[in-house]
């Protein structure tokens, strides 16, 4: 499975942005999707997910801001960012997990300026 993502840039404080993950392969509405993002000098971190069956789980600090959505028929998995904030900056990953299998993008890069 190889993951490319897109959208990402350059944002003011309260814009928004739209990523997009496309994945190669006819596994991908089996697998569990999910954006991970990483600032300078911090851990990488989940920000979003939806699994196969369609449920979604957020972080904390996105929930009601945020939105991931999949379309299994384009495989691919979308991240709608709405009232972006500074920390919401680094760079975000798209990830694919299915049992024992873990796959991940290059990362794109968002910037949030204050």
């Known amino acids: 499975v190889q993951l490319v993502e897109s959208g990402g840039g350059l944002v003011q404080a309260g814009g928004s942005l739209r990523l997009s993950c496309t994945a190669s392969?006819?596994?991908?509405?089996?697998?569990?999707m999910g954006w991970y993002r990483q600032a300078p000098g911090q851990q990488r971190e989940l920000v979003a997910e939806?699994?196969?069956?369609?449920?979604?789980n957020y972080a904390g600090s996105v929930k009601g801001r945020f939105t991931i959505s999949r379309d299994n028929a384009k495989n691919t998995v979308n991240l709608q960012m709405n009232s972006l904030k500074p920390e919401d900056s680094g760079v975000y990953y798209c990830n694919s997990k299915t049992i024992g299998f873990t796959y991940w993008g290059q990362g794109t890069q968002v910037t949030v300026s204050s």
């Open positions: 939806v699994t196969s069956r369609g449920s979604t």
């Open positions: 392969g006819d596994i991908f509405s089996y697998n569990d």
